[in-house]
């Protein structure tokens, strides 16, 4: 019997005044990128708390994408300069919890730019089926 090849299953938190209108953007191009992601919008990339990060690996993401308005642009002012203060601290926190850095990835992507949207979404779609699945996928499917 032939495996399925796997398939990751993605979390992606974007910004409501920027990246998600990215998504937007590229929805209406209809630029192509693979369905493995599920977006939450949200108002700012600073909301997103580690512990929401967490939850998503405990339910059985394979990998959490942020995406935040660009350094300066952010419409809540300083809201991107706390998400990288909170992306420091939840890399050492999922390597100590033994992830690897390539699970958690964050990006900076304007409501123009819809095209880097697409791209980012396949190139990290890629960087986690070659992680293979979650470490913590077999606990949340036993649970």
């Given at each position: 019997m032939a495996e399925k090849e796997f398939e990751p299953k993605i979390l992606g938190f974007f910004c409501n005044w920027c990246?998600?209108?990215?998504?937007?953007?590229?929805?209406?191009?209809?630029?192509?990128?693979?369905?493995?992601?599920?977006v939450i919008r949200i108002m700012c990339?600073?909301?997103v708390s580690p512990h929401h990060v967490l939850r998503a690996f405990?339910?059985?993401?394979?990998?959490?994408?942020?995406?935040?308005?660009?350094?300066?642009?952010c419409h809540y002012l300083r809201g991107n300069y706390m998400t990288i203060k909170?992306?420091?601290?939840?890399?050492?926190?999922?390597?100590?919890i033994g992830l690897e850095e390539g699970r958690l990835h964050l990006e900076w992507i304007s409501a123009a730019e819809g095209p880097k949207l697409?791209?980012?979404?396949?190139?990290y779609t890629e960087k986690v089926k070659n992680?293979?699945?979650?470490?913590?996928?077999r606990a949340a499917l036993a649970a």
């Open positions: 990246t998600y209108a990215g998504a937007d953007l590229a929805g209406v191009s209809r630029l192509q990128y693979p369905p493995n992601i599920r990339s600073g909301t405990q339910k059985g993401a394979d990998g959490v994408l942020i995406g935040g308005c660009h350094i300066g642009d909170r992306m420091r601290f939840l890399q050492d926190l999922l390597k100590f697409a791209e980012t979404v396949r190139n992680l293979g699945p979650s470490p913590l996928k």
